[in-house]
Every structure is written in structure tokens, then in C-alpha cells.
């Protein structure tokens, strides 16, 4: 319970992850995000607040705590991972007992540590000297021996979810599976869990991947560019894949990323890449671009059409270069506040973007005073739905969730049913999330995969309707931990911007990747299958290998 934050430098770049749908849906998805390895610098973003002790579980979730060691004086312990420590609040409870009732009283907790009392002569977070205090961890550190000089005793909370959400039938297995009569989910492939909550991925082969540069680390104090993020493939008819993806200018790092982002296309033979740049499709400063093709039904009849959303607008390039361009963010409120769409008749375009911001924000002290990370979800009647991001302003790291909807692609877009409010609690500091991906299921059920900046995990949420009510899962759907085929595991800084592809028409042993962007490079994992078969490539590896 001693550790503090650390900063160093920051790379981007865009890869994948593999995992298993349902085989009666005949889909593959690719699931897309922007992650960053284990060194990195702070982003001139303001980082969300985490949530407090006053969260609750879920009604969904029963937890029981369990103590690592009897003996506070000698261990063995657990340190780190610490986002909350002070004295437990409740009278009389500031105890072992009442730290453990506390880390289960908190749905993001996953073990805690009890000092009695806090022996430093330091304060740290809530705890002061002399005073016995709680510290709740977001992570399971391993058992280490107690070299401090006071007590301390360390225990793990075990939470086992009911697999239906608020105690009904009607939302049963996270609508990603089927309940059985003993009241068990049948989960679907790709999904895993008591609730079929949890993405079920494969260990990957290496961190490696899709759309990356090499670099090297020592350089970067001037220049270990182009860092790049995000990005979602999209498939033409002749079988070529394009990447539209950020991409910063003059080797600017992530903390560059205002005003360096710009958006490109590179091309592959295979969803998985690897991605080569073909050309900058807007300069700066663009950012977060998510395209989807329209049939020629959703596009209003005639010939099918390409949309594309993103944030920022015209500016110049930063003067700067590489580790330099960070620090200086531009109009912050208007560019990364503002979310423009384009539109193509060929993924090649040429391109033609809108001339005012698709969602209007709200206003100063609203929770959407400043609007970004848009996702659109186009149903087959035509009708649109624009998911994304709202904090304060000053932006305060209160990352809400909330939808606009329009008659068609080309908006406008309002909030349905004149309702301002975010798509799940707005108190609910444990339910802070951003960059969501939205996507229909067969079943005609809604999925949304937003990623949890807090703690850098991934999260689901569901509903039975695009506008919903959405019903959040509180526990990591994936977290920012790869497990590789060697049984090594890497813990990235950050994991974020999931994005999904839907594939039809493919044969019924499907596979779902996940890209990843992480420093230097980018991953290919796979999701728990019996047996995929014709699905590419993965870098030069046969997918038979991985």
C-alpha cells in the first residue's frame, strides 16, 4: 500500500486480439483499441477521479473477502495497486474486519490491505501517522514478505455474479448467452464468465501487431515517432482492408496528440495487417476516426456510402516535434470537443466533411458541457444512433456515456425522447467510462464496449433497445493484462478506443480479433476457440499457429 504514480514517456500504435462469436450468428469480429505499454507520460487530458468507497456492487454481484495471513507483523502481504486509503468511516469499524467489508462494499475493489495503524511518518492518500488505515487495491498484487516496520494485514475479495441482471429473467448472461434450466448461462462463443460477461480470449503469441513503427526507446527524449491510435478496418470489394487510424505528425508522442493527430489510411490484405500507410486523409487536427460502410438502404437508397466520424478541425501542425509537441494542447474545448462527420461514395473518397459539429454541447456545468469519442450505430432502417462521451467543463475526468439519434446518417442528431441524461447513474463513479463501441446482435440485443479510464480496463454494458436502458457490468469485461502463449503476462499502461468488425457470411467456426495499440507495436491474440479455420493471417502467422 505504499506505491505512487510514475511518469516517462508515452508511444502509441494500433494491434490485435483475437476472439470467438456465435457460430449461429456466422460473424467474426475484429475488436480495435488504442493501447500504450508500460512507460508512459501523463496526458494534458485531466485524469478521471476514481471512485471512492461510497460505491456499491451491483445487486447482481455477492462478495466474500478472505485473509492472506494471520500474522500483520510478519506477512506475507500485498502492496500496490492502490486508488482509495484512509481510516474505514463507519464508527467502530476501523478495523481488519471493517476493511474487508469495505473492499466488497466497493464493486471496483479486487483486495485490500489494512495498516495498524499507518506507521510511516508521511502522510499517503487518506492515511496519516499513528492512525489505523484501508487500502483498497484495484488489482491482486502478489504475496510479498511485510519488511515494513507496523502491522499490516492484506486480503482478497471474491465476487460471483448473478447471471441476471436486478434478479429478472428478462436480461439474463449479459444477453450473451442462453439461461439453462438450473439457472446457469450457456454462454455464446467469445463470452465467458458466470454472466458471460468476460470477453474469453487466447493467450496471444506476442505483442507484435497490426499497424506499428519500430522505435527506439532512448530516442525519444527528441523524436520515436509516429506514434499512432485507434483505428477500425474496413473491407472493400476486392478484398483489400483499410485501417483508418490517427496518425501524429513529426514523430509527436501520445502527449502530442493536440494538435499532432491526424487521420490516415494504410492498407492490408488481412484485417489482422500487417498495415501499410497509404495516405493522410485529414490533417491536423483530426482524431478518433470510426467509419462504417452504409448499405444502399441505410444510405438512402441507390449506392452504398462510407461514413466516417471524428473529433477536431483545421489547425496548424505543432511546432514542435516528437517528446516536444506535448504540453501545448490548442482550443482544447473546440477541437477535442468537436465531432465532425465525413462522408464518401468509395473508401478511397474523396471525402466531404460536415461544416458544424454533429452533437451540440451542453451547457458549462452540464454533465456534457464538452462532447467527444463518437461512435454511430445504423440500424437497417436507416435510422442512426451517435453514442459518445461527456465530462465538464473544465473537463473534471466525470467520463459519462450518452446518445444522439438521428432519421438518417445525415442527422440531425438530438437526444431521443428530449432525454439530456447519460445512458446509466450519473453519480455512479464506479460506471465512469469512455470511447464506447455499440454493435447488434443477431438476437436484435444492443452491446456497448467503452473502455475505463480510471483503471485502463475494458467494460461492457447492454440493452434491449439503442436508446436504452443500458445496464452497466461493473467488473472488467477485459483488463489491460495480456496473458501470452509462453504464460508470460505484459500489463499495459493503457488499453482503449474498442472497436468492433462485423464480418457475414462466413463459415460457422468463427473467430473475433481484438486490435490493440500499445508502445512500439501491437499484439495478435486469439479468443478461446475449438477450432477456427480460413480466417488469414496474423503477421506472417497462420492462425493454425497462434
Sequence with gaps: GTETPRESTCFGATSA?????????????????????????TRSRPAPKHPGSAGMPPKSQQCTSSIDSKDPAKGPVRAGDDYSCAPVPAPGSNTVDGCAALCCGDSRCQSFSFN????????????????????????????????????????????????????????????????????????????????????????????????????????????????????????????????????????????????????????????????????????????????????????????????????????????????????????????????????ADSVLGPWTSSRHTMVPPGSVDDWDAMVTNPSPLFLANGSAFLYFRGTQWPANGDERIGVAAAASWKGPYGRPFGNNDPLWDAADQAA??????????????????????????????????????????????????????????????????PQVILLLRIPPSLTVFLFDTRTHGHNCAVLNRSSVTGVGTCLGWDTASL
Excluded at 486480439?17 to 475484429?30: D, E, H, I, K, Q
Excluded at 436484435?444 to 464496449?449: I, P, R, S
Aim: net charge negative; charged share 15%; glycine share 10%.
Design 17 to 41: 486480439t483475437m476472439l470467438r462469436l456465435v457460430p449461429m450468428f456466422s460473424v467474426v469480429a475484429v475488436v480495435v483499441s488504442s493501447l500504450t505499454g508500460a512507460a508512459h507520460a
Design 116 to 343: 495498524d495503524p499507518w506507521g510511516l511518518n508521511t502522510s499517503y492518500m487518506g492515511c496519516t501517522p499513528g492512525v489505523p488505515c484501508c487500502c483498497l487495491k484495484s488489482a491482486v498484487p502478489p504475496l510479498e514478505p511485510n519488511t515494513w516496520t507496523f502491522n499490516i494485514t492484506s486480503g482478497v475479495a471474491a465476487r460471483t455474479a448473478d447471471p441476471c441482471t436486478n434478479g429478472t429473467t428478462g436480461l439474463c448472461c449479459s444477453l450473451n448467452g442462453v439461461l439453462q434450466p438450473n439457472l446457469t448461462c450457456k454462454c455464446d462463443p467469445g463470452w465467458t464468465g458466470p454472466d458471460c460477461g468476460e470477453l474469453d480470449l487466447v493467450p496471444a503469441p506476442n505483442i507484435d501487431g497490426a499497424f506499428q513503427t519500430k522505435v527506439n526507446p532512448a530516442d525519444c527524449a527528441t523524436s520515436c515517432g509516429p506514434s499512432s491510435w485507434g483505428g477500425l478496418p474496413i473491407l472493400d470489394d476486392s478484398g483489400t482492408w483499410h485501417l483508418f487510424a490517427s496518425l501524429f505528425v513529426q514523430n509527436c508522442t501520445l502527449s502530442g496528440w493536440n494538435p499532432g493527430s491526424t487521420v490516415v489510411r494504410a492498407t492490408s490484405t488481412s484485417p489482422m495487417g500487417p498495415f501499410r500507410y497509404a495516405e493522410t486523409v485529414f490533417g491536423t487536427f483530426h482524431h478518433n476516426p470510426t467509419v462504417r460502410k452504409l448499405t444502399p438502404a441505410q444510405a438512402g437508397g441507390g449506392a452504398s456510402k462510407y461514413v466516417m466520424f471524428m473529433i477536431g478541425d483545421n489547425v496548424s501542425p505543432p511546432a514542435d516535434s516528437g517528446a516536444a509537441c506535448g504540453g501545448n494542447p490548442m482550443d482544447v474545448h473546440h477541437l477535442e470537443g468537436y465531432i465532425k462527420m465525413a462522408w
Design 432 to 497: 465512469f467510462v469512455e470511447d464506447p463501441w455499440v454493435w447488434e446482435d443477431a438476437r436484435g440485443n444492443f452491446h456497448m464496449l467503452a473502455h475505463g479510464h480510471w483503471d485502463e480496463n475494458g467494460y461492457l454494458a447492454f440493452a434491449e433497445h439503442p436508446e436504452g436502458p443500458w445496464h452497466f457490468r461493473h467488473t472488467p469485461t477485459y483488463t489491460n493484462t495480456l496473458t501470452l502463449t509462453n504464460g508470460s503476462k505484459v500489463t499495459l499502461k493503457q488499453r482503449e478506443r
